[in-house]
């Protein structure tokens, strides 16, 4: 059991770090602080420089795309034993690495932990419940970080299988942008269905490609998350797809957009494996008619 010294820090207080936060302050067996580099977010938050030292689990609450700067920030302020924990989904933009390789390249004798699941930020902040999966090759760090949330609306399942279920939780952003574009061209809950069969094909053939287990992509970080994100208008990724089906740029930054270009630079001898890959990639190009973007990949 977590002791009441344990110090917790939430490194990014955006929609899901603050749902996060929310949740951890039920924790009565932790001390709990956050801090954010928009300051007016959290108006009394202190340094870094006096938050991290004494941290012994810091959740990093950023999109993939900084994570490396934000872990980068607080690398030389760790005490050694310090657990870092992240939420990302996604592959950082202009590297095209994955979580675990940034992870292992930006701070290699860290412990690590991933958090991964359905975990709409909104629903959390309404104190709906929600299941996600804590994974870590360390039994040690994993056992710490699931005790945080014991007792509390997020339960969670552990897993050895990090890269695995960092994989699947990347994946299913990209394919919940194609289930956006199902529902706005209103094709129907037997084409949804069809769907969501052939994703998760996909997913486990990219998951075992990088080196994970396909069974990740079976549970709640794989098909459990493309479930919520694909079918919730509070997903961005659900949210780009409808606007990319209507023909519109996406209003927003989106994890799925990013990992779509790093799947077909870094898998090129899997794209005939990849029909809705593919076809979703050519929705995002916006050169093809939505419909037709989507009707290729039904007779693959």
Same mark, same amino acid.
């Given at each position: ?27 009565? @067996?932790?001390?709990? %602080? ?34 490396a700067n934000a872990l980068q920030s607080v690398k030389n302020l760790l005490k050694p034993e310090c657990i870092i924990v992240t ?21 290699? %004798? ?18 709906? %419940? ?11 760090? @994993? ?72 069974? %990740? ?24 797809? @409808? ?58």
């Amino acid at each position: 059991m977590a002791s009441p010294s344990t110090n917790v820090v939430i490194l990014g207080f955006g929609e899901i770090g603050s749902a996060i936060h929310n949740i951890l302050q039920k924790n009565t @067996r932790i001390s709990l %602080s956050a801090w954010d580099k928009n300051a007016h977010k959290l108006p009394e938050q202190v340094p870094l420089e006096t938050l991290i030292p004494s941290a012994d689990i810091v959740l990093v609450c950023v999109p993939t795309w900084i994570l490396a700067n934000a872990l980068q920030s607080v690398k030389n302020l760790l005490k050694p034993e310090c657990i870092i924990v992240t939420v990302a989904k996604g592959f950082e933009k202009e590297s095209c690495r994955t979580l675990p390789e940034i992870l292992a390249q930006t701070m290699p %004798s860290t412990p690590h932990v991933h958090l991964a699941g359905p975990m709409l930020a909104e629903e959390l902040h309404a104190g709906k %419940s929600a299941i996600a999966v804590v994974a870590s090759t360390n039994a040690k760090a @994993r056992r710490k970080v699931a005790t945080l949330f014991r007792s509390t609306a997020l339960k969670v399942t552990p897993s050895t299988d990090m890269i695995g279920v960092s994989m699947a939780g990347a994946l299913k952003n990209v394919y919940a942008i194609g289930m956006g574009a199902l529902e706005e061209l209103e094709l129907g809950a037997n084409a949804r269905g069809w769907y969501l069969v052939r994703a998760i094909e996909e997913m486990r053939v990219i998951t075992e490609a990088f080196g994970g287990k396909a069974k %990740s992509v079976m549970g709640m970080a794989g098909l459990g998350d493309l479930v919520a994100t694909g079918t919730s208008p509070y997903s961005g990724n659900f949210t780009v797809g @409808r606007e990319l089906a209507r023909g519109e740029a996406p209003s927003r930054p989106s994890e799925g957009l990013n990992v779509l270009p790093c799947l077909l630079r870094r898998l090129p001898e899997y794209s005939p494996k990849l029909p809705i890959l593919n076809s979703i990639a050519l929705l995002v190009e916006r050169r093809t008619p939505p419909r037709d973007c989507l009707s290729a990949a039904f007779i693959k």
